[in-house]
């Protein structure tokens, strides 16, 4: 008999449904291909910019993973590297005017699977799983 599933497993599968979403939504919307990195780096950067030291931190990848992910983004002309204000040394990774245009198509295709999820196993539990995960879990135990 397998043993239940932790949270974590379930919150992992979770991810990978809304990923899966997301990246055919794009597919059927006419964006070039993406991996689910790239999409997990674009889930992660802030509006003004993030070092790509941040963004590996964030998403749980190496630095070189997400510099990988930066650059291929970059090539498609999504996101771009400008001078960090605060350091001379760091760069910010930040969205182009194409990389804005696609992260407010990706939210519109993040909310209708969001809808559908909520037909599929109802409005109440969608809305708890949404209240629970904006709750402050504190810091997690050491």
Do not use: C, N
Not at 25 to 46: C, E, I, K, Y
Not at 62 to 84: F, I, K, M, N, Y
Not at 87 to 115: C, D, F, M, N, Y
């Amino acid at each position: 008999m397998q043993p239940e599933p932790t949270l974590a497993q379930l919150l992992g599968a979770a991810r990978r449904w809304f990923d899966e979403a997301l990246i055919a939504g794009l597919a059927r919307a006419g964006a070039a291909p993406v991996s689910a990195t790239q999409v997990g780096l674009f889930a992660v950067l802030d509006p003004d910019g993030t070092t790509v030291s941040e963004l590996a931190r964030r998403m749980g990848v190496t630095r070189q993973t997400a510099h990988q992910a930066v650059q291929a983004l970059t090539r498609l002309g999504l996101l771009e590297q400008a001078p960090d204000p605060s350091s001379g040394r760091q760069r910010l990774v930040r969205r182009t005017a194409e990389g804005e245009r696609a992260h407010r198509t990706a939210v519109g295709i993040l909310r209708k699977a969001e809808t559908t999820l909520a037909r599929r196993i109802g409005r109440d539990p969608v809305h708890a799983l949404r209240a629970a995960l904006q709750s402050d879990w504190g810091r997690p135990p050491s």
